[in-house]
């Protein structure tokens, strides 16, 4: 949990950012999916019901036009006389049958002719119950069935020339067919035959078939709510009482479509009534199927959702780069703050972060320059100082030292002389001419010997000094001036109650520093003379050269860094220990 | 560098984000176009090469024959829809289909009636497909070449022979008193006198007879060898003896009172399946219809064909024999293909067609199987197949030509006058007269 707040905060740009991206385009993209498919579904709809009421007009004339074949066919019929006349006279004998028949297909075949091209049928049925039938295939008609059918009687009942009837029983042979009928009757009404075209309901179809499609349905009604024929043939032969209420009720409006809940489905409803045929042409359509045909709904969807998918990638890739790279360079600038100044930037990320990280770097470098020029000007100036010290011996220094010498020649001590004189020379040779900041600790221990025996010649031998060198130390390097001002200040400030005593120096390699120790069992000092491990000293005192003790810890800082320096335990009355600790050089 | 290759990054980018764009669009306009296609598809499904028309009629035989080859035909890509129409339907749409060119809703394979064969092939040479090369013509019975094939090339597969028999009700004929043997090699006067006796002792019509079809003149005729033509195309009428004594025959059934008169197929089918008629003189294809009434089985013989009462004739003719054709549209290879492996070349299908239809096939290699010698239950266990292949060879054989129903059309009409009292010289003169007119 805290990982992930720690990754949240990482990441805290980039995931505002991300997320209002994300959000935005998922939004907008929802929005523009939503509305298109809203809007080209409404469109589509609409341009579809116009399209269909169009159609709906086709079929009507279609219907017209067949309706008008068969009113003409009839016409023609009746107003043959040869039909009218073979009709009406009874024919006994087998060659007069043989004539009936042959001219009643005769002229019944040219009649016919009218009708064929809507593969309807044309029968005549004579009161003898004689059946002329020009295609048999399309309904094989049994003759006394025929005449004592309530087709029959429904044709003399009706008012109407001619009577169209939805049939699907035995008389057709259980084709579901509509069967236009005419009484053929004289002028005194008296009936001397009937006339019947039939049309088998998959023929009707044809009439308007091509045009439905899957959720475009066609639907023939009767008044009496009876499906009469559909391209859904399941629904042949059902009565539905609503749809008939429906084209009812549009019936004499304009056709306009409209949205009706039938067959436990939404439908757009279309109808129009052919009075020729007396019945109700309704087209339904699904509109959910139609449009899901037409608008691929599925297809807009994956679309949207690729372009969403690779819009939020590209982002996301992106703002990656960006954000991350912004993010790495606050890390590194906030680490930066606490550790290391002299570290540059890395210049990496987007062109903004690199600029930022460029022009951070160019001021951290001049920074630095600047820096350096400060601290190398200060170590000159500190250098040029500590220089100018220990290049100037204590004049007091040469004049005792040569006072004391005088007194030694004075005493004839000449032995003790000349050997004062040979350590001063070498002293000073020492001294003076070795410019070189750094000698060996074999050179150093002469100058001290010869400091010593100085010392110990002009006051006498109270105080021995003893050394002890560890003698892979002795082609070491160390600074100038560093053992002596402690060992001057340990002869002139140790024993100044005790008159007698030591002074013990220690050179050796200790983990892999140089750790010189000097040690005397002089008076030893009180904590106020000791002040941050160095020696207060406040007199201007003669010393050897400018260096003193004090300058010492600075001068080692200053050479090797705050790793290394002086530091001095004392105890009164029991002694001062001096440590000096010293990069291994040679 | 680094700058380089941002710029190159970028450049990437926006030609992705176009590229994507782009294809969406693309996708979207491809989406629509296929949903018109679709849509269009539905409605034209018919027009589609893949599927194969037939057209044939009479469903217990011809149908019958069809469907069995299909199931005979090892191919699932071949899908066949088999629309049944009348002859005369087929014919009629046939000559408008073929005479406006445009083949529109023709079928790919259709059945032709061998007399009506050479007015098709003649009048439309290049709407028909030579299927010589799905199979061997050699295999058939040489008198369906002839009728089939037009200057050298094989257009027609043949299918049954139209050799004729008289089916007669055994229970009417008996009661008539007649047995099986008064009715072989019999004539025609002799046919008349004995349906004049079952007429009049079962009250039962001896015929069912259509005026607009003169099939049954034909059958009278060919016992003879003659026909309408002679071997060059000569229309013969007028002076032709053997027609003159078919067409008395004729009239002579219609006076007297045995004849059931019918006005289309299915009348005509009715009065046999119905029991009205005591016999049926037609091709041996009638026995399929026949059998369909299954309650009549055991009652039904079959007799051979009467002859006219002139020298040279045989108790043997033919009628309505056909072939299948394939019309040279869309899907005329896999037609005949099919063809060529079922009625072409498949002697199995041929046992089966004989067992189960009935047909006899002009098919020689498979006129030897055993199925010839099937005793027929429905026929009181008489081999009907076996002697119509015996009559089959004495059919005395003729040239049809092509004007074979165009001459009918104008002797059915004369004949009406004949059966009012015109004179049979009067009427065969008219007949000559109208069909030089119109066929010269």
């Known amino acids: 949990m805290k990982k992930l707040i720690g990754i949240f905060q990482a990441n805290n740009l980039f995931i505002k950012i991300f997320l209002v991206m994300v959000i935005s385009v998922i939004a907008v993209s929802i929005m523009i999916t939503y509305n298109s498919i809203r809007m080209s579904t409404n469109l589509f709809l609409d341009t579809f019901s116009i399209t269909n009421s169009k159609i709906m007009d086709q079929i009507t004339e279609r219907f017209n036009l067949f309706t008008n074949s068969i009113v003409s066919a009839s016409l023609e019929v009746e107003t043959n006389g040869t039909i009218k006349q073979l009709l009406q006279v009874e024919h006994d004998t087998a060659s007069e049958k043989s004539i009936y028949y042959y001219h009643m297909t005769n002229e019944m075949k040219q009649i016919f002719a009218e009708v064929d091209p809507n593969d309807a049928n044309m029968v005549i049925l004579s009161n003898q119950q004689d059946v002329f039938n020009m295609n048999y295939i399309k309904w094989q008609v049994d003759g006394e069935l025929l005449a004592n059918h309530e087709i029959i009687d429904r044709i003399e009942k009706s008012d109407t020339d001619i009577v169209y009837q939805f049939e699907q029983s035995e008389v057709t042979n259980g084709v579901p067919m509509v069967i236009a009928s005419k009484a053929l009757k004289l002028r005194s009404d008296e009936i001397y035959g009937y006339l019947f075209f039939s049309l088998t309901e998959p023929d009707l179809r044809k009439f308007y078939e091509s045009y439905t499609s899957e959720g475009n349905n066609v639907l023939l009604i009767t008044p009496e709510g009876e499906i009469i024929s559909s391209n859904q043939e399941e629904l042949i032969g059902d009565s539905s009482l609503e749809l008939l209420s429906y084209a009812e009720g549009v019936r004499g409006e304009d056709l306009e479509y409209r949205n009706i809940n039938v067959f436990g489905q939404e439908f757009v409803f279309l109808s129009q009534y052919i009075p020729s045929m007396d019945i109700y042409l309704v087209n339904l359509i699904n509109q959910e199927v139609v449009a899901d045909n037409v608008i691929n709904t599925s297809d807009i969807l994956l679309i949207a959702i690729v372009i969403v998918g690779l819009a939020v990638l590209v982002a996301f890739l992106i703002l990656r780069k960006m954000t991350v790279s912004i993010s790495q360079l606050v890390r590194q600038i906030s680490d930066m703050a606490r550790y290391q100044f002299n570290k540059p930037l890395k210049e990496a990320g987007g062109y903004e972060t690199r600029k930022i990280a460029k022009a951070f770097n160019y001021m951290l470098n001049e920074l630095q320059d600047y820096v350096q020029i400060l601290m190398n000007t200060q170590d000159k100036q500190r250098k040029a100082e500590l220089e100018a010290l220990q290049h100037q011996i204590n004049p007091h220094f040469i004049y005792n030292t040569l006072a004391s010498i005088k007194f030694m020649i004075r005493q004839e001590k000449k032995e003790t002389a000349s050997n004062t004189i040979d350590s001063f020379i070498s002293l000073l040779q020492n001294s003076l001419s070795n410019v070189d900041e750094t000698i060996t600790i074999r050179q150093e221990l002469d100058n001290l010997k010869s400091y010593v025996q100085i010392n110990q010649a002009r006051y006498g031998e109270r105080i021995k000094v003893n050394y002890l060198i560890s003698p892979d130390c002795l082609d070491l390097l160390i600074p100038k001036l560093v053992i002596q001002p402690f060992i001057e200040n340990a002869f002139f400030h140790a024993f100044t109650q005790k008159k007698t005593g030591y002074i013990q120096i220690l050179i050796a390699n200790r983990e892999k520093n140089l750790i010189c120790e000097i040690v005397d069992n002089g008076d030893g000092m009180i904590a106020d003379q000791l002040d941050n491990k160095t020696i207060k000293t406040k007199e201007k005192r003669q010393l050897f050269s400018g260096i003193g003790v004090k300058n010492v810890h600075e001068r080692i800082q200053l050479l090797y860094g705050k790793d290394y320096g002086v530091e001095i335990e004392s105890k009164p009355l029991q002694g001062t220990k001096v440590l000096i600790k010293l990069p291994l050089q040679s | ?440």
Not at chain 2, 39 to 54: M, V, Y
Not at chain 2, 80 to 87: D, F, K, S, T, V
Not at chain 2, 99 to 104: H, K, L
Not at chain 2, 180 to 188: A, G, P
């Open chain 2, 1 to 440: 560098m680094r700058e380089t290759f941002t710029k190159k990054f970028w450049l990437l980018m926006i030609a992705l984000l176009t590229t994507v764009v782009l294809a969406a669009c693309s996708g979207g306009d491809d989406d629509s176009s296929e949903g018109g296609e679709s849509d269009e598809g539905e409605s034209t499904s018919g027009d589609e090469g893949a599927e194969i028309t037939a057209w044939a009629w009479d469903p217990n035989f011809n149908i019958g024959a069809l469907e069995l080859a299909l199931e005979h035909y090892d191919n699932e890509d071949f899908n066949m829809e088999i629309i049944e129409n009348a002859q005369d339907d087929i014919v009629q749409k046939l000559n408008t289909g073929l005479s406006s060119g445009t083949m529109q809703g023709m079928p790919n394979i259709v059945l032709i009636e061998d007399q009506r064969a050479q007015s098709f092939l003649q009048s439309y040479p290049d709407a028909f497909y030579p299927i010589g090369d799905y199979f061997n013509p050699d295999d058939f019975a040489e008198y369906k070449l002839a009728p089939t094939s037009l200057d050298g090339k094989q257009y027609g597969l043949p299918f049954d022979t139209g050799v004729t028999g008289l089916f007669y009700r055994t229970d009417y004929l008996e009661e008539a008193g007649y047995t099986h043997e008064d009715l072989v090699d019999i004539t025609w006067t002799k046919y008349i006198e004995i349906a004049k006796d079952v007429k009049e002792k079962t009250g039962h019509a001896m015929l069912s007879l259509d005026p607009n079809d003169l099939g049954i003149l034909r059958v009278m005729m060919q016992t003879t060898g003659t026909w309408y033509t002679d071997e060059e195309g000569t229309i013969q009428i007028e002076g032709n003896e053997p027609l003159k004594m078919a067409l008395e025959n004729y009239k002579a059934l219609m006076d007297s009172g045995v004849v059931k008169l019918n006005s289309d197929w299915s009348q005509y089918l009715e009065a046999f399946n119905s029991g009205d008629v005591a016999t049926v003189p037609a091709g041996n294809w009638i026995a399929a219809s026949i059998e369909a009434e299954e309650s009549q089985s055991g009652l039904w013989k079959v007799a051979p064909t009467p002859r006219l009462d002139m020298e040279g004739a045989a108790n043997a003719s033919n009628q309505g024999g056909s072939s299948w054709y394939v019309l040279n549209i869309d899907g005329k290879e896999a037609a005949a293909e099919f063809l060529g492996g079922t009625f072409g070349s498949n002697v199995d299908f041929y046992q089966d067609l004989v067992t189960e239809i009935g047909a006899i096939g002009t098919y020689k290699p498979a006129s030897e199987g055993d199925a010839y010698q099937f005793e027929n239950e429905f026929f009181n266990n008489q081999q009907v197949v076996y002697e119509f292949s015996q009559w089959m060879e004495e059919i005395p054989q003729v040239d049809y030509g092509m004007n074979t129903y165009g001459i009918e059309d104008i002797l059915s009409a004369e004949i009406q006058q004949y059966l009012d009292g015109k004179s049979i010289e009067d009427v065969l003169a008219d007949t000559q007269t109208q069909a030089e007119n119109q066929f010269k």
